[in-house]
């Protein structure tokens, strides 16, 4: 394989084009498998608003594209990075302008909680049908999260299933500054080691003050943490958002009455951004 990314013609330094839906859409696929990509550049060739400006077949060519190619959207296959969830976040770091579609091989509910906790502003399968990716990359484009329906449906269950279990919290639990300053941190989608950093201390430090935390607040996991302060506001005032919901959107919408999926496909409001996770421990 070669050792940088695959080039493509690059528009930076010119005029921005429109085509008859808006802006035309940059796009760099990022795709361990040749075939794929080029059919992807056939079905956007179609597109008068979408322009593939950049290609990397591995995961370290894929940062290299972020940087080298003017684009507003990655196309990332997640099986390129052994931590998927890991390489959005660095991604984002590295360039917070540039919006990340996620490709999964099939579709996987625990992955798709977790890359758009992580900061994912889309997850879509290898079986997406064509059309329905161009509207997914049209839409994040314009500031929207997506997912189709079968990953709003993911999404909402755990939102619904930590609703129930917070029939007996107390929404005005008291957190203490730093206790809310980590729990900030933790939805957030920082690790342990990067909230001690944060916070002047150690991992284990951390992870005694999430427990405490869970106690006073009668979660289980880091995704139940998330949803209950979506839910209840503990937390207000701190940066309680992921960075997928960083970018302008509209307002919140209520998690029980979700947009009509159009096509199996459809935004997700900020809110369900917010709280989608993996369940996992303190530590």
């Not at 917070?166 to 941190?185: D, N």
């Not at 002047?200 to 951390?206: D, I, K, M, Y």
Request: proline fraction near 6%.
């Amino acid at each position: 394989m070669a050792s940088i990314p695959v080039g493509m013609e690059e528009q930076s330094g010119k005029p921005p084009v429109t085509g008859d839906n808006g802006p035309v859409v940059r796009v760099i696929l990022a795709d361990s498998q040749a075939i794929f990509r080029a059919g992807l550049r056939k079905i956007f060739a179609l597109e008068d608003d979408l322009r593939v400006v950049g290609q990397a077949e591995t995961a370290s060519q894929a940062f290299i594209a972020a940087q080298k190619f003017s684009a507003d959207i990655l196309l990332f296959e997640a099986a390129l990075a052994p931590n998927p969830a890991d390489a959005v976040i660095e991604l984002i770091k590295q360039n917070p302008a540039l919006r990340l579609v996620v490709i999964t091989e099939e579709p996987n509910e625990e992955l798709t909680l977790e890359l758009f906790r992580r900061g994912a502003h889309a997850i879509v399968s290898r079986e997406v049908e064509p059309e329905l990716l161009v509207d997914c990359l049209r839409k994040v484009a314009q500031g929207e999260l997506w997912l189709d329906s079968r990953g709003i449906h993911w999404v909402l269950a755990a939102y619904r299933t930590q609703a129930l279990r917070g029939g007996g919290m107390q929404p005005k639990a008291h957190l203490t500054p730093k206790e809310s300053v980590i729990v900030a941190c933790v939805t957030q989608g920082m690790k342990n080691k990067e909230i001690a950093q944060h916070v002047g201390t150690t991992e284990q430090v951390v992870k005694n003050y999430l427990r405490k935390v869970y106690d006073k607040l009668g979660v289980a996991d880091r995704l139940e943490l998330a949803l209950f302060c979506l839910n209840n506001r503990v937390i207000e005032g701190q940066s309680t958002v992921s960075a997928a919901v960083a970018a302008p959107t509209s307002s919140p919408a209520n998690p029980a009455s979700p947009p009509a999926p159009e096509n199996g496909s459809a935004s997700v409001a900020a809110s369900a951004a917010a709280a989608s996770g993996h369940r996992n421990s303190p530590s």
